[in-house]
């Protein structure tokens, strides 16, 4: 069965709301209120004081992280460069300006006259240097989880949280000097963006210095124009975007297709699909990474924004991330379709995880030379058990594997991936839900997994409710 | 409704109810009344209901809309924009001042008139609220058929692979299924807005034979009401 026959066939599981009335409600950004003018009485200095919790508008206090989600991410080491209540780009399924709103206006007083903000480079190379001179220790030796990441050489994320290459930056070429940083320190980067900016020649010139590489993955989710300035209002045109591309390869960038979110019965009308497989390869681009819609995206503003575009985000979701198997099913027979062309593919989808082209889902584990990568999370655990090819894998196997390349980024984090190894914790970034996954027994540090090429619970459950089969299709399987 | 006047009982449960689906978590629901009508939208915009009240003396001379949840006290007035719920208690008068919704009472008046003048009542299914015992309330979507059989309906659960189907059993046949040519494609409904109109009333007829909604007729002789209900499409289109 190809993509356009499942698809055809998840239409028939989860149906389309048909809208009494079309309508445009305010898409107001869910703020949390606080006072105005409020002030608080000492009564030992007998006077009014103004109580404001003030924001620094200009600077971010802290640029340099590793991710929350870094029990699963094989590259978790995140910087952030720019920050501001809401992305220029304005995409309108971006989470992450939700959140920055509600939170922002949680904590502070002054955040309505917020535009951008960025790091300050003078404070932020001086903090680097500290770790930089770490590098070449052994990593074993090395306490706290961003020093460890930067002794091991995890390629330093720029844009995860935010744009970094947006109008501001052409003038201000805050991230550039970061480049130029860690160009001169030799330090791996990877950059995730909309823009084509990265595209000038400055820039260009800048990543091709690095003599650890420069990665970058452009964010392209589809190559219908009129689709995209609704979803990206912001964002370079789909033209510019490709323009950049080419440029970028040409000059011999990494440059990674990300396809992230895929937003099924949306993104991924056929033409549009066929037109953006031709584009991209044309442009250069070899390795392309997916995921799907984020479970984050489930919130009220989100489902009245599309609802305002006349976009049913429940039946996505439902069919985009809400049911784990569908739309992980859905994604491999989309991912195959790039595959068939001769792309590389890889997703942080978990189902999905054995059959990546790459270990690295960002598609870059053959790309960097002195890089290195966190070894010790759910998906590279995923890739280390179908690597046995149906031999018991215990966690004991895993840790001597994970310690034989530097050991995990810190005991937290340990304890956190043992977790998602026993399905414990938060589960849905555990192994168990990569396809062939099949826990075999127990032993002192609990289960024991093996890789059965056979088992995919992702074809079980979608065989048992296809409406063709009547339900009478094969064993219903379900997880947990 | 004239100026701070109470409303009957009947009005009030319509009002009750309403503010009880939103707060079960089930249907966030505003509330408009004209004249001697009574209009119930949801925030989805997928369930709209009217509500029609016989006694001539209860009539909203002044059009009046509010959130359902708001509702806080039968006397209410209008001022500047505003809803006022007014309670008196213990010596104290409380006031509780909302903001009024986006669409107004007229608009709702000639949305649904848009629906009822291309109504098709064939196709007819009588549904009693003993019925939703069988539904796993959890699932997001229910879907009715009409085949040779008669009625069937059906839930997928998306997340184990577990299917529900249920019939009219043959001791009961025709209670469900009065309309004996009862052959229609499936439709779904969401689990949610289906469930909702049981909040209401016992029994509920539906017809399902128009495009893009299902008509609804209550037969509770205490909370009689007509109304639509949005359908849910198995297509591959991702836009409305």
Known sequence: MNYWELRKEVSQIIPRTAFLFEDKTPEVMKTKGRKTRYKEFSI?????????????????????????????????????????????????????????????TAFFDNTHSMGVRHCNPNKFKKE???????????????KGDIAKAIVMGIPLHFGIKFEDFMRQEAKKGVSLELMKYLADVEYPVM???????????????????????????MTLISSNNELLKQLEPGAPFYDQRIRAMKVLSDSGVRVVLRIEPYIPFLTDQKEDTQRLIEDVWDAGVRNITFDNFSYSAKNPSMYRVFRNM???????????????????LLLKEYMQMFTDKGFSCSTFDMGNVPDNSQSVCCEVEDFFDKAGFNWGCSVMAARFIKSKKGKSVSWSDFCAWVNSKGGFLSPILENEVHHLWNC???DAYSQSWAQGMTAVGCDENGLVWCYDKEFDFRDDLYQSIRKEENGKGKRCLSKG | MEKGRGVYQRVEDIFAHAAALQQSGRLKN?????????????????????????????????????EANDYDSPVFEVKDDKVCFIKKRDGYKCVKSCRTPQHTPIKMVKLFKSFSNKRIEKNRVS???????????????????????????????????????????????????????????????RTNDFVALFSFSNNVDFYFANEGFVWLRSRDPRMLFTGVISQCIYDEIGKV
């Open chain 1, 44 to 104: 030992t200095e007998k006077r009014w004081y103004d109580v404001n919790h003030l924001l620094n508008l200009e600077e971010i206090g802290s640029f340099i992280e590793v991710s929350c989600r870094a029990a699963a991410c094989p590259m978790p080491l995140n910087i952030d460069v720019w920050d501001g209540m809401s992305c220029p780009f304005r995409c309108k399924y971006c989470f992450a300006s939700t959140f920055k709103t509600y939170l922002y």
């Open chain 2, 127 to 189: 549904i009693n609220s003993s019925f939703l015992s069988n539904l796993d309330t959890s699932l997001s979507h229910v879907e009715f058929k009409g085949d040779r059989k008669g009625l069937l309906v059906i839930q997928r659960n998306i997340y184990s692979g577990m299917i529900i189907t249920i019939r009219e059993d043959e001791d009961r046949k025709g209670l469900l299924q009065p309309d004996r040519s009862l052959m229609f494609e499936a439709v779904g409904l």
């Open chain 2, 30 to 66: 505003t509330i408009f009344c004209i004249k001697n009508r009574v209009y119930i939208l949801n925030q989805d915009h997928t369930v709209l209901l009217k509500f029609m009240l016989h006694s001539k003396a209860l009539n909203f001379e002044q059009p009046v809309s509010f």
């Open chain 1, 128 to 142: 680097l240097d500290v770790y930089m001179k770490r590098r070449g220790q052994n990593p074993h030796d090395i």
């Open chain 1, 191 to 217: 950059i995730c963006t909309k823009s084509d900016l990265v595209a000038r020649d400055d820039y260009v010139q800048t990543f091709v210095d690095n003599k650890a590489k420069t990665a970058l993955q």
């Open chain 1, 310 to 328: 006349g976009m049913d985000l429940e039946r996505i979701l439902l069919a985009g991330c809400d049911s784990q198997a569908l739309s992980s």
């Open chain 1, 424 to 426: 414990d914790g938060n």
